[in-house]
Every structure is written in structure tokens, then in C-alpha cells.
């Protein structure tokens, strides 16, 4: 079982202190981190996902395309064979007025292990990323 | 001299500073109804033209859909609106130089654009326009830009100087906008300004810009050239009054250390796109500071002019023109923007705010900068990234 994280923008996005941000969190939590950085499409980041094959997939995105863009980047990786079961999860700010439950629970419906889109992201967040590392972990001694 | 150039020039022969917004609307109608209320401020204000992102990434026709289905675009799509649309637009608005603002990588198509509905002044540059914001690779933009800069008569303003937005030393924000002018001049450009963006402490900008001066007279000596600063470009004061008074001291940094134009920021920035109201208020705010500051003939020397100096000479020391010298510079490192993930970034470079408030680095890369202004021991990870690219937010709001 490998301990990497596959962290990327979303296709329509060109920040990046977000995932600069991201990679030094997870590194600290023990994860080793490809991070794809700004405007990366479905297809990039499924082809990157193949090379890579990654423990999680974390995309962050704050330009407010995110409920938009989220799932046609998870359709294109559910697409591949070999991709079929890596989880992914999406957080920032994903829609252009604040976070919207609604829309939340429909990524979540349509894929996503978690989302991270209100005041407790960051939060919440952490907390995903300890216990995730702590079922690899009792999953490599088992 | 381009109009917009003349204009700011005529302002800074008579003392006032020049503010200008940034906005963008896909109306027509919209956008002359902004550009007008930008020229009854009451401010020397220059307009601008913010093309929409469709544009910026050259889907046009997505642009094109977007405004036959009157979807909402988050700009003025150029290329997809007819000249004589932009040309009505401007129409009767003698007084109010407007500039073009894009972001693109690819800028050949906003360029004749633009040029076709008479207007003469943009911005951009082959490496600011790549590295934070694209996946093309730089040596695309290079030729890209190298193509749209030919055949380009009017006035040109760098983007170097605001790379990344925020936390990226000065010195190397000073190199890039330089090196971005030569760039544009070897291309056949005669008419250029170089940006500077605000960073996190004030003495610090304004040797900074002061360094900019020194160097632009010494490499862009045959053209005609200003400076541009740019208010603070980061994550931004929640407060109105936190937010005011950061975009009010970007007014005094520019007065007193001798630039001729502003870019400002509005009360809004934290939470949402500004209404064209917020932008004249920002102006008219920053033109008020502006008034009240004054130049300042001498500041404390850190090095920033040294380092500046450094790095620009060993880019147009490598064989071949600029564009090709900046392609170099990349590849080995001898440029290194901190914390900017382009594939054709060494990444190697790191900087970290001290205790004073200045910009410092942590590690220099391969960049021929002394080890000795190196901090190795400054503070890393995510909390302390956090809490410096918060700093300025969180002091205005205090």
C-alpha cells in the first residue's frame, strides 16, 4: 500500500496557493504528495492518476466552477479501468456564493468520499487525511 | 508616445498620481457605462478593458456562446465582439486612455483586437502570464508573445513585478518586471511601464521601487517607460476599513517612491467582484491619499538593488535575445519563483516574512544571489505558509 497523494487544481482554476498550501499539510501527515498544480484537465489528471496510482486524490479549487468541474473530472477518472476505486475528494470554495449543501451532497452522491466546502474545511479536512493514514497503516500491518 | 502613455506622462509632469481599476463586463452597454463612471471620478484615472477568462484561454467560441445565449461572462470578450462594437463603446470618451487587461499566454488574437478599435495599451508578459496562471509550456508564450509584441505599436506594461500576487521577494519581482521590458523592446516595443505589486512592508516596496527605477534607466534608457505599482495583490483585508486603508497606503508607496500610475483594490475584494460604485470609491480614495503623500528622495538600502541587479544580469548574459535568455534562465534556475508550480519553475527557491515584516529567503535555488541573505532557519510548513499570506489581511483588519 503506498502513502501518495495525488493533488490537483480543477480544469477551469489557475490558483494555486491552495495546493501549495495542501502538499506542505499532507506532507506533515506523513503523505508523499504529486501535485499537479493549476488548470489541469479530466484527462491529465486521469492519465497522471494512471502513472501515479495514487492512495487519494485530492482536488482543491476556489474560483467557484468547483460543483461544475468536480464531477467531470471524477467521470473521466471512473472511466479508466485501473481507476475505478481510488478515492477522491474535493474541497475550497466550489461554488461562487458560499457553500451550498445541496450541491455538496450531490458530489457526494456522485462520487466524492468527502467534501470540504464550508467554515470547518480545513478542519474536517485534517481530520480525513489522519484517519485515512491511520487505516493505511493498520492496513499495511495487517 | 502612445496616447495612454502621454497621459500618465502629462500627470506626472504635473505631480498627480494615476489610478486606474480593474473591470470587465460582457455588455457593451455595461462596460461604457463603467469606463464613464471611471472618467467622472474624481481622480486622474485611466480605464480598463478586463476581457472575460474564455478570451483569456482563447476559447472564442465559447465566448461567442456565452453572449449569444447572454450567459454571463466575468469580462469584455474582445476578440468576439465586433471592432466597431469596442469602437462605440469608447466612443466620445477622449480624455479616459483605457488599457487592455487579459492574463493570457497566448495574447496574438487580443492583441489585434484591441488594435483594430483603435485602443493602444495592454499588459501581460511571456513569463508572467505562463508560470502562475497556465500549463503552456514557457517556451509557447515566449514565441506567442515574441509574435503579438511585432506587430504591436502601443504601450506595453509588464506583469513581472506581480508574480504570484503575493509573498515573492522583491528583488526577484524587480528582476522579472525588468527583464519582461527588454523582453517587450527587442520585440519592437517603444513604449513600456513596469509593475510592481505591494507586498509586506513598506520600506521595503518602496527601495524596491526605487530599484526598479534605477534599473529601467539603465537597460530601457532608448524607450519611453513608467512605473506601475500595484495595491496589494494577496488575500486581502475583510474589513472596509482594513481594505481601504491597505489600497490608501499602495496610494502612498507609489507617491513616495516616484511611480506615475496605481492599480487599486476595492472594499470588496475579500468577498466578491466589485460594483463599478466600489471601484470609483477605491479610486477616488487612493487619488486622496495620493494628494495628501510625497515623494521621498532617499531610502534605507537592503540589498534589493544589488540582488535585482544580480539576477538581471546573469539572465542577458546567457547567449541568444531576451526571450531566449529568459527560456535559459528557467531551465537552470538562475530564475526560481518561490512556491510556483509551472513544470518549467526549478521550484527550488522558498521565502518567508521576518519579524520586521520584510521578505526574506529561505533558500535561493540555484539564483546568483549571496547565501549570505539566506535565512535557513526561518520557520516552514503549512501553518507558518497560512500565516503569512494572511499577515497583511490580518493587520489592516486589526
Known amino acids: 500500500m503506498n502513502n501518495l497523494v495525488l493533488l490537483s487544481g480543477t480544469a477551469s482554476d489557475s490558483h494555486t496557493w491552495n495546493l501549495v498550501y495542501l502538499q506542505l499539510l499532507l506532507e506533515e501527515t506523513g503523505y508523499r504528495v504529486v501535485n499537479l498544480g493549476a488548470c489541469v484537465p479530466p484527462a491529465l489528471l486521469a492519465d497522471e492518476c494512471e502513472a501515479e496510482q495514487p492512495a487519494l486524490v485530492v482536488l482543491s479549487t476556489v474560483n467557484g466552477h468547483g460543483y461544475q468541474d468536480g464531477p467531470r473530472a471524477l467521470v473521466e477518472l471512473r472511466s479508466r479501468p485501473g481507476l475505478a476505486a481510488v478515492p477522491v475528494v474535493i474541497g475550497g470554495k466550489l461554488g461562487i456564493g458560499g457553500p451550498e449543501p445541496d450541491r455538496a451532497d450531490a458530489l457526494r452522491a456522485a462520487g466524492f468520499a468527502e467534501v470540504f466546502d464550508d467554515d470547518t474545511a480545513i478542519t474536517r479536512f485534517r481530520e480525513f487525511i489522519a484517519s485515512h493514514a491511520l487505516c493505511r497503516t493498520a492496513g499495511t500491518a495487517s | ?398
Open chain 2, 1 to 398: 508616445m502612445t496616447g495612454f502613455a502621454a497621459f500618465v506622462g502629462r500627470a506626472a509632469a504635473e505631480g498627480r498620481l494615476v489610478v486606474q481599476p480593474r473591470m470587465g463586463m460582457a455588455s457593451p452597454g455595461q462596460m461604457r457605462a463603467g469606463l464613464l463612471a471611471v472618467l467622472g471620478a474624481r481622480a486622474t484615472a485611466a480605464g480598463t478593458l478586463t476581457v472575460d477568462s474564455y478570451t483569456r484561454v482563447g476559447d472564442h467560441r465559447a465566448a461567442l456562446t456565452a453572449l449569444r445565449d447572454g450567459a454571463r461572462l466575468n469580462g469584455y470578450p474582445i476578440v468576439s465582439h465586433h471592432p466597431d462594437t469596442t469602437r462605440a463603446v469608447l466612443d466620445g470618451l477622449a480624455g479616459l486612455p483605457v488599457q487592455v487587461r487579459h492574463g493570457s499566454a497566448d495574447p496574438r488574437a487580443i492583441f489585434g483586437a484591441l488594435a483594430a478599435a483603435g485602443l493602444d495599451a495592454t499588459e501581460g508578459g511571456p513569463v508572467s502570464y505562463c508560470l502562475p496562471y497556465s500549463r503552456k509550456p514557457l517556451r509557447d508564450s515566449v514565441g506567442h508573445w515574441t509574435e503579438a509584441c511585432e506587430g504591436f505599436s502601443g504601450h506595453l506594461e509588464t506583469f513581472g513585478g506581480c508574480m504570484m500576487g503575493q509573498l515573492c521577494p522583491p528583488s526577484l519581482l524587480v528582476a522579472l518586471s525588468v527583464l519582461e521590458a527588454v523582453f517587450f523592446r527587442h520585440c519592437g516595443v517603444r513604449s513600456v511601464s513596469l509593475s510592481y505589486a505591494q507586498q509586506t512592508s513598506p520600506g521595503q516596496d518602496a527601495e524596491a521601487i526605487r530599484a526598479l527605477r534605477a534599473l529601467a534607466g539603465r537597460f530601457l534608457s532608448d524607450v519611453d517607460w513608467h512605473v506601475v505599482v500595484y495595491a496589494y495583490m494577496g488575500v486581502y483585508p475583510r474589513t472596509p476599513s482594513g481594505a481601504r486603508l491597505l489600497n490608501d497606503n499602495a496610494a502612498r508607496l507609489a507617491v513616495r517612491a516616484g511611480a506615475e500610475r496605481l492599480i487599486v483594490k476595492t472594499v470588496a475584494e475579500a468577498h466578491r467582484i466589485p460594483t463599478v460604485a466600489e471601484n470609483v470609491d477605491a479610486l477616488e480614495s487612493a487619488a486622496a491619499a495620493a494628494e495628501a503623500a510625497g515623494f521621498e528622495e532617499s531610502t534605507e538600502d537592503t540589498g534589493v538593488l544589488a540582488e535585482a541587479t544580480a539576477l538581471v544580469e546573469a539572465v542577458l548574459d546567457l547567449p541568444g535575445d531576451p526571450g531566449a535568455a529568459l527560456l535559459a534562465a528557467f531551465r537552470r534556475g538562475l530564475l526560481d519563483v518561490p512556491y510556483c508550480l509551472h513544470p518549467d519553475n526549478a521550484g527550488h527557491a522558498r521565502c518567508h516574512i521576518d519579524d520586521t515584516g520584510r521578505l526574506r529567503w529561505s533558500s535561493v535555488g540555484a539564483m546568483p544571489i549571496p547565501r549570505s541573505v539566506v535565512d535557513r532557519d526561518s520557520p516552514s510548513g503549512s501553518a507558518s505558509l497560512l500565516a503569512a499570506l494572511h499577515r497583511v489581511a490580518h493587520l489592516h483588519d486589526a
